[in-house]
């Protein structure tokens, strides 16, 4: 195929996604530098206020106080989204080695169980969980039937229903690249290290894991990045009452009419969440060398 | 040593148990979901008896039914603009020469799968916003179309990937040029992938909430942001029933995208 053909072929796409995604994202870094519209929308005169409001607040006087409420919300989001990928990382790896342990044909299937979840509409997987949490729900009704309780445990609208709900959307994440990467272990090195008197403890830290570190390095960027910019799960069982990013940008373009600020947070995410991706990738660069 | 047994380290004590734990975990909750959408009972926590009047509460629901209308409008264009321009593009990277600009075509395509969906949801909104076009579901397919893009290239470039140049290798030296090699031989081979790529982008369209929230106005309702509608206003076994219905129709397409994948594998 002739270089200027490949370029037609390519352009499409290019453009598509240059002009409706790239192109706001800079737009979004403007407007995060102007004056909010009470309306909606921004206006003259630009200013640094956006990023300011992160740790200050303006007082009637105009002087600037401190106020960490936000630093707060945008701390204990990067903490649930690093405390999402350790638990995904300890919950996924067992059963991608369990997957490469089978043969073909169930390898097959396990993966397709694996994958299926991803592509079941993350509003529905979250809201399963409202049935079994809520106070009227599956969990308590079990705990008191059997009567283990009397009044319903407030199980929902925590930031441990929350952490669930993040674990159970972005599991498969997790599992597939350390899969993907195991798959391609050589059955002989562990013939090898147990035939040099190997205990499985010593095999899985000596072979299985340094195999997996790629997969996992790979599946903790897939996992961290949408946590930590998530919305559902922190809305529907954190019960829009504890805050995380998602839902604080979310509710800057619609409730709080402040599109700077939203559009200030939203860059910071971009910027974290790309950062992420760059150094993972320059990693795995260096790994494979 | 005799009777000993032989090392098997394809089996670890224990792990088939965890793992049978992890999928009861994927699976569980969205079985109590379908469960409680045949509930008779308006409490939903209380069992009283099999019955399918919730489900038939949804199709008699005029709301439910145009927001699921726009739901397919915005997926099928979407659906038929991304694989379109996935297909180019996935035979310009495999089967192209890119002398620069490879590196930068990949992570821009990725793009769609990397910035956090928030983020892109809010940043169409600016854009539509700022070029002052408030045109609904015309917004909507197009914001579907970018996201779909890299859902429907994945499989064909995987499949371009596989099958490898011999076969065009094969025509070229049969004196086909470049466009009947195209037609007779690259696009018929990538049928299956082409349309495991299309059912992808559908239900990924079909699924998307949070883009469609911020970027669809008055009128322009899709089904997903309707029944989180219905969320927040409470637990009801119609939410139940139409979440049960979204559900079964991802799984069959997700299924039919593998089969069709499949096939042909080793044409």
């Known amino acids: 195929m002739g270089e200027k053909r490949t370029y037609l072929l390519i352009a499409p796409a290019m453009l598509v996604i240059g002009i409706f995604m790239v192109l706001p994202l800079f737009l979004a870094v403007g407007y995060s530098f102007m004056t909010a519209n009470p309306y909606g929308g921004v206006t003259a005169p630009a200013t640094f206020d956006a990023y300011l409001q992160f740790l200050y607040q303006r007082d009637f006087d105009d002087s600037l106080v401190f106020s960490p409420s936000y630093a707060l919300i945008i701390l204990r989001s990067v903490y649930l989204a690093i405390a999402t990928t350790g638990i995904c990382l300890v919950l996924g790896l067992p059963v991608a080695w369990y997957i490469v342990c089978q043969t073909p044909e169930r390898r097959r299937i396990l993966l397709f169980a694996v994958t299926l979840p991803f592509w079941i509409n993350t509003l529905i997987r979250t809201y399963c969980w409202i049935l079994i949490l809520r106070d009227e729900g599956l969990a308590n009704g079990a705990l008191r039937h059997a009567g283990i309780i009397s009044d319903p445990l407030p199980l929902l609208y925590n930031d441990g229903s929350i952490l669930l709900g993040l674990v159970y959307t972005f599991l498969p994440f997790m599992v597939l690249p350390i899969y993907s990467t195991l798959e391609r272990i050589d059955p002989r090195l562990i013939e090898a290290a147990h035939d040099l008197y190997a205990s499985r403890a010593a095999v899985f830290r000596r072979i299985v894991w340094p195999l997996a570190r790629p997969g996992a390095l790979a599946g903790a960027t897939l996992v961290f990045a949408p946590a930590l910019g998530s919305f559902l799960a922190p809305d529907l069982l954190g019960g829009g009452k504890k805050l995380l990013i998602g839902s604080l940008i979310q509710m800057q373009f619609t409730s709080s009419r402040n599109w700077p600020f939203g559009a200030a947070l939203s860059t910071v995410v971009t910027v974290v969440v790309l950062a992420v991706f760059v150094i993972r990738s320059r990693r795995a660069q260096e790994e494979r060398r | ?267």
Not at chain 2, 146 to 168: H, K, S
């Open chain 2, 1 to 267: 040593m005799n009777g000993a047994k032989p090392f098997d380290w394809r089996h670890t004590p224990g792990l088939s148990a965890y793992t049978a734990l992890i999928f009861l975990f994927f699976y569980a909750p969205l079985l109590i979901l379908v469960i409680y959408a045949f509930n008779s009972s308006r409490l939903v926590t209380v069992w009283a008896g099999f019955s399918f009047k919730w489900f038939v509460a949804v199709a008699n629901n005029g709301a439910i039914r145009d927001a699921a209308f726009n739901s397919v409008v915005v997926a099928v264009v979407a659906t038929i603009a991304s694989t379109a321009i996935a297909t180019a593009g996935a035979l310009a990277l495999e089967r192209g020469r890119l002398r620069f600009g490879r590196g930068a075509a990949t992570a821009l395509i990725a793009m769609p799968l990397v910035v956090p969906e928030i983020v892109v949801a809010i940043t169409t909104l600016i854009f539509f916003s700022g070029l002052g076009m408030h045109h609904g579901l015309i917004n909507l397919m197009i914001a579907h179309t970018v996201f779909c893009i890299p859902f429907a290239l994945l499989p064909i470039q995987a499949r371009l990937r596989d099958m490898g140049g011999t076969l065009e290798e094969a025509g070229r030296d049969l004196y086909a040029d470049e466009w009947r090699l195209f037609r007779r031989v690259t696009l018929p081979l990538l049928v299956p992938a082409i349309s495991a790529g299309a059912i992808m982008a559908f239900v990924v369209s079909l699924d998307d909430f949070l883009i469609s929230m911020m970027v669809s106005s008055a009128g322009s309702t899709t089904l997903p942001v309707y029944i989180y509608g219905m969320m927040r206003l409470g637990v009801t076994p119609e939410v139940n029933a139409i979440s049960t219905i979204l559900l079964a129709v991802s799984i069959v397409f997700v299924a039919a995208a593998l089969l069709v994948g499949r096939r042909n594998r080793f044409a």
